[in-house]
């Protein structure tokens, strides 16, 4: 099927737009600030979009936007054929906009992604819904568009691609400088069961991971492009293979050896991380310098309810320490709303951040996601609201978008006591402290490798930079920054880059937390007025797991 230019010429291969939509802006992730300081647009470039641009046939003319990076214009859509996008629930807003903006313009949308994969039913004005992970799909669609269908569902297997065959991103679609750091992925899919998350509806339960070839020409492709610094592996739980990423690992230590260092890493891992010091050892070696995990809560009931029995094992404290002795420091999840939290919950979670040591801290109210254990219980509950799976247009995230069903404490406590922990946790005092500690403890390995004068250059700059903002943009909190800079000079230089990357990120958090705050404020003032009335609730209905998924929950209880 040959497509037709503006004077109807036949054209021999389709013209592709991929357009990664915009997150929406009140978010925890945003870090604007920091993207400013270090000369960048957004945080990293769209590794799903860029993936599915390595799948498409080579015959096809390609083009990606990115609307975090800069502007999506008319000509840019008029140009292609075909439009693909897509995204997560916190661009559902902007994924919506642009399907409505690419049908005004005669332009036909094929969408795929987390969120239309979980959450069909919103997209339905998309022309193609492509659904799940696309090594598994993506060439049914391709041979409909080529015998000529222009609209259609594919559903993918789940839990069945190959991994092993992805092919290398078209990292040559997108501009390095735009981002703050690049990703790639090792493996899909975590072990644990936990009773919030997505991540085993999406991709199951059992981690299949891609070869240590494979990885390791991702890599050198990136140096190839003329790439360096900070890669992230963006896998959900980095270590859910133990046995897959400690054969890797030493090959990534002799690659990055080989190449003097060209990268450091940073991933996401459970906690449990902790408890292998081969494991750990081996991260440093590599050149992993932080890692982020999902701690939720300090309360052993909740933990248990939720399905995080991983973190009711051990001490939370000890086991951070354990990492910061490795070399790489850490950022968290936590989260507010759970049913079986009682009273005051609050003080244990600041006590918890603070003892700990994490300077980065993400706390957001618990939100029932679209095909979780969570909706589906509180659905059977009759609990949910109607309209749980939207993303309102002002909602960031979970910060200030959760608690979408009816809470069985009240709700006003909840936000009272989310309120309290964001408050304390990002006082100025409190941040810069964690951070001083945080500091003094990480044992950063010492590589041999001495940067090019080029790049000393560069980092002093955004350190000068960095000192500028604190002291004249930020007076309020000039003297804990001093303090922890000094400190840090003084006793652990070696760890100086690491409470810098911390401390220009509160540049980001300080505003923000002041932002959630007062988003509480107008919430809870609702509530005790009695004009906040809680949205229709969805029709109880049976409990029933979506296909694919339901033989692997009996094992959540041995898990």
């Not at 940073?266 to 992993?288: G, P």
């Not at 409190?430 to 490798?449: C, H, I, N, S, Y």
């Not at 007062?518 to 919430?523: V, Y």
Request: net charge negative; charged share 25%.
């Amino acid at each position: 099927m040959h497509e037709r230019d503006a004077s109807g010429t036949a054209r021999l291969h389709p013209r592709v737009l991929l357009v990664f939509p915009l997150f929406n802006p009140n978010s925890f992730w945003n870090f604007k600030e920091a993207c400013e300081l270090y000369g960048a647009r957004c945080v990293a470039p769209p590794l799903g979009l860029t993936t599915l641009a390595a799948l498409l046939p080579e015959s096809w003319d390609l083009r990606l936007v990115d609307r975090n990076a800069r502007e999506l214009a008319d000509e840019d859509i008029l140009w292609a054929d075909l439009v693909l996008t897509g995204g997560m629930l916190p661009q559902q807003c902007d994924t919506l906009a642009v399907i409505e903006r690419c049908h005004r313009l005669g332009r036909p949308v094929c969408l795929g992604g987390p969120d239309p994969t979980s959450n069909p039913d919103v997209y339905a004005e998309a022309d193609f819904l492509v659904l799940g992970e696309a090594e598994g799909i993506i060439g049914r669609f391709v041979e409909a568009w080529e015998a000529g269908e222009r609209s259609g569902r594919f559903d993918a297997e789940k839990f069945k691609a190959n991994v092993a065959e992805s092919p290398i991103p078209r990292f040559d679609l997108i501009r390095f400088k735009d981002y703050l750091y690049v990703g790639v992925q090792f493996s899909r899919g975590c072990p644990f069961t936990c009773e919030f998350c997505d991540i085993i509806e999406l991709y199951g339960r059992v981690p299949r991971t891609k070869t240590n070839e494979q990885m390791l020409a991702e890599l050198e492709r990136l140096l190839s492009l003329g790439y360096r610094g900070h890669v992230d592996f963006v896998d959900d739980n980095l270590i859910g293979n133990k046995k897959a990423i400690k054969k890797f690992l030493p090959e990534l230590i002799s690659w990055q050896r080989r190449n003097g260092y060209p990268f450091q890493f940073s991933t996401e891992a459970s906690l449990n991380l902790a408890d292998d010091a081969e494991l750990l050892t081996m991260m440093s070696e590599a050149n992993f310098f932080v890692v982020f995990t999902g701690i939720e809560s300090p309360d052993q009931e909740t933990l248990v309810a939720m399905q995080k029995k991983q973190n009711t094992r051990r001490s939370i404290t000890e086991s951070v320490e354990r990492i910061y002795a490795a070399g790489i420091y850490v950022t968290a999840g936590f989260i507010v709303g759970f049913d079986t939290e009682r009273g005051d919950m609050a003080t244990p979670m600041i006590a918890c951040v603070q003892d700990s040591n994490i300077p980065v801290a993400m706390v957001g109210l618990l939100h029932a996601l679209p095909n979780t254990q969570l909706m589906r219980r509180l659905k059977r509950e009759g609990r949910l609201f109607e309209g749980y799976n939207l993303a309102p247009a002002e909602a960031g995230d979970q910060c200030t978008g959760g608690l979408n069903f009816t809470t069985l404490r009240p709700r006003a406590e909840i936000l009272k006591d989310y309120r309290r922990v964001i408050e304390e946790i990002y006082a100025p005092k409190a941040f810069f402290e964690r951070a001083r500690t945080m500091a003094r403890k990480l044992k950063r390995p010492q590589l041999g490798v001495q940067p090019p004068p080029r790049v000393v250059m560069q980092e002093l700059k955004l350190l000068l930079s960095a000192c500028r903002r604190m002291t004249l943009q930020r007076p309020e909190i000039a003297r804990y920054f001093w303090a922890t800079l000094i400190d840090c000079f003084r006793h652990n230089p070696a760890a100086l880059e690491a409470a810098m990357m911390n401390m220009v990120l509160y540049l980001h958090l300080y505003p923000f937390s002041r932002h959630v705050i007062a988003e509480l404020d107008a919430r809870i003032a609702e509530i005790e007025q009695g004009t906040w009335h809680a949205p229709a609730l969805m029709p109880a209905e049976a409990d029933v797991a979506p296909a694919g998924i339901a033989s692997l929950l009996p094992q959540a209880a041995s898990a």
